[in-house]
């Protein structure tokens, strides 16, 4: 039986092997290195789902890149969920849903803003079976049930391709002046508009 824990630090993410179906953003071997550090940053956090000692999925969720438009708006609390992903081998068993609702199931969010960068060439469009538009609409659902909205922006990569999105979930404690600063940093270049 598949097992989510989260979260989780790097010491017990070692006991772990990485199954060989993981391997949308880099070989296996190296997603787990990069979950390891990420496990290891002040504010880094890692959900897993487990078979015996295998990683099948997994979510990482972390402050953002420190390159990246959204660390350089300094909006306090703000985190990114970098990443989930779910092993070929082990999908359609609702185990990408498992590890959002455990994810996002407490209030320890509440303060927060969590923004997802969803990039068209990340996706597994062959392996779902999907248009570059039915996966947009898949996520935007799959995202939402657990209160991430699609909202719009400037930012370039975001730009790059009309299926590319930026989602968001805002916590219910999140003060209004953070708030503002945060949709202060979604439109930089006022002059497109």
């Given at each position: ?14 006991q ?31 959900f ?123 916590g ?22």
């Amino acid at each position: 039986m598949v097992q989510i824990h989260g979260p989780i630090p790097a010491g017990e993410i070692k006991q772990f092997e990485m199954d060989e179906g993981l391997c949308a953003f880099r070989p296996p071997k190296e997603q787990k290195e990069a979950l390891l550090e990420i496990a290891d940053l002040p504010k880094g956090l890692i959900f897993l789902a487990t078979w015996n000692d295998r990683i099948v999925g997994y979510i990482t969720i972390h402050p953002p890149e420190e390159f990246a438009r959204w660390a350089k708006s300094q909006v306090p609390g703000m985190l990114e969920m970098g990443a989930i992903e779910v092993s070929r081998h082990w999908r359609g068993m609702s185990i990408s849903s498992n590890l959002l609702e455990v994810a996002f199931s407490e209030d320890f969010f509440d303060e927060s803003i969590i923004i997802a960068t969803e990039y068209y060439w990340h996706w597994d469009l062959k392996g779902k079976g999907f248009s570059v538009w039915e996966y947009q609409r898949f996520l935007e659902q799959h995202f939402g049930r657990v209160d991430f909205k699609r909202i719009g922006t400037d930012e370039p990569d975001i730009l790059a391709h009309p299926a590319n999105m930026l989602m968001v979930r805002i916590g219910k404690k999140v003060p209004q002046d953070r708030l503002l600063l945060f949709e202060e940093s979604l439109y930089q270049n006022r002059w497109m508009f």
